[in-house]
């Protein structure tokens, strides 16, 4: 078959490779017929995450047709139609049984790698390196699916393609960073980063109340997707000196209620301290820049909540904990427990609350996943999502 | 490799008789812990006690080697530092000596066992290294600056090398400590599997089993009710056996066992099974302890490839949870086989 690989930094190849097999009983094997490239794939593609191989099969955002599956396997046959969440998930340990599919006890096998970079191991992730797992992804032309009685959710006859694909990740992604801000009625939000992810979490956190929603980003294109479809306030941060003090114009001083960082360990910035994390970020000393997630902490309000659905890597730098400790802010943050969202926002989509495929920009094959990732991770010709289609 | 040692203490440690409610004094009486969960957890937390000094302990023993490298290796390099002749043959050869008696007081200090005493070995070889530098400032012809500043670094380490000797010297008689001082490397670990505690204790308790979860084991045979004929995996295709008996199993609670004199390679361990709370299943603690068959020098090269049983025991329990809790052990295309593979479809075969 045919899929991306990682053949090292800013290179991806559509090669051919063998189909893949049922390893376990509960898998299956899935023809993929639509697949997104996610923004977390450019962190790999530029070579911020550790623990890539030459060779490993790219992709956690993919749907398509079961086509085989285990001995095991209950819920699933032959022809159904699935989206598959990005996290794998077993069901049945104490993490997945209390709703944090994300932090599953036994999908990861190099659970003891990222036990030494993390503490303890979160899930195994599709196509997302070998700290989770070493799992072949979904940009191939098959994909083998572990657990496909508890990931995969059936998508109804009538719905298309694009419409249920972005349940496999930057939906619930979005949904549950507006979530973790406890939004009650009239409060204000402001998300840093309007990529597919920011602006699901604009659109959700209108969906679960917010009066008004706030968006910073610096490309005119993705502030103008983030004012058009989901009615945020937007803020160019290369053309504002501080972005805090106009959060606290726009708020009568206090600052917004609940803020959301969708930027993640690549932040841009200006002034002395992006310089800082640029340089120590090239000199591998720190990893991650976290200049979005201190601009945030610095703007949210007293006793307000900072949701954090960015990706980080490695350590954060220059973190603003007395900012935290002395105005009582609350930090949440988590990789998407997606399989807690897919039915909710599945109907949600059913019941046209959404239509998630205002972010697509740009539809190709999937033998042109190389120009895809050059075209995202570039912005070029305004991409802000890329689908790719077997 | 056939080690002669026996064992000569005791392999488990025997909880403590259980305590009239006494702690948590501060707290009306129904809001005290519960006496005997709580007496556990200390004997838990005290089983890895130590005596702070290990990790200035293996930072001599690190400088000890990298020194004594400079000393045998670049001996007039050396000379130069502290002020001396680097072309006098005597000095030489009394630099290179000093360099390998610094070596292996690193080595001892490393391997862990008795550790106070070769941190004791270094004082020693500080007072010899003081005598020296001091006779060399009586000759004239050295650079006495470089000499006096030679003595002072030295006087540093040495008042850094008595601090932790005393320090190291306070390690309390425990099992753990004792097993170590004889060359034993000890490894705990836990897990908490979602499975009532008679399944897993089950499960464990027959040993024929063991292998279904432990990688590095092939198979193990039930000879009667308490002894066991293990057969595990060795590098280069090789295979180890040995015989343990069961030396204690309490239903529910523990089960102890240790391979019989004579062994190939000795080692011993015990498994505890506790109820988890909030209806989580089981908690199991495991502890192994064994003798390298290359010394722990051997462990620590194997520790580099990710071979050193201690190792394993994590990936084992985990493997144990995965077979108890979905009947299988998971997989992914980069870690069916050993080693790095890149996370796409092979047609090899699963290693286990």
Known sequence: MKAACWMGPKNMQVVDVPDPQILNQSDC??????????GSDLHLYNNFLPLMERGDIMGHEFMGEVVEVGRNVKSLRVGDRVVVPFPIACGVCNACTSDLWAACENSNPNAWLAETMLGHSPAGIFGYSHLTGGFAGGQ??????PFADVGPLKVPAGMRDEQALFLSDILPTGYMGAEMCDIRPGETVAVWGCGPVGLFAIASAYMLGAERVFAIDRFDYRLRMAREHTGAITIDYTQVDHVPSVLKDLTGGRGPDKVIDAVGLEAHGHGPLYLHDKVKQAMRIHPDRAIALREAIHSVA????????????????????????????????????????????????????????????????????????????????????????? | MGSSFTLDYPVTERSAPEQAPTAGTALAPELRPRTPLAHDDQRIADARRGTGGETLADFLGFFSIGLGLAETLAPGAVARMIGVDPQSDRVRNTLRLMGMREITSGLGILSKQQPATWVWSRVAGDALDLGLLATALTNKENKRGRTMFGIASVLGVTALDVMNARQLARQEETPSHEARDHGMIEQRRAITIARPVAEVYGFWRNFEQLPQFMRHLERVTMLDERRSHWVAKAPAGASIEWDAETTEDIPNERISWASLPGSQVHNAGTVEFREAPRGMGTEVRVRIEYKPPFGKLGAKVAKLFREEPGAQIHDDLRHLKQVLELGEIVLSDATKQRGMHPAQPNTEPVER
């Open chain 1, 29 to 38: 094997i899935v023809r993929v017929t639509s697949t997104a490239i996610c």
């Open chain 1, 140 to 145: 191939a032309e098959y994909v083998r699916v």
């Open chain 1, 302 to 390: 007293n006793g307000g909540t900072v949701s954090v659905i960015g990706v980080y890597a490695g350590l954060v730098d220059k973190f603003p904990m007395n900012a935290v400790v002395n105005r009582g802010l609350t930090i949440r943050a988590g990789q998407c427990h997606v399989h807690r969202y897919l039915e909710p926002l599945l109907r949600r989509i059913e019941d046209g609350d959404i239509d998630p495929t205002f972010v697509i920009t740009h539809r190709l094959p999937l033998a042109e996943a190389a120009r895809g990732y050059e075209l995202f991770a570039n912005k070029q010709d305004c991409c802000e999502k890329v689908v790719l289609t077997a």
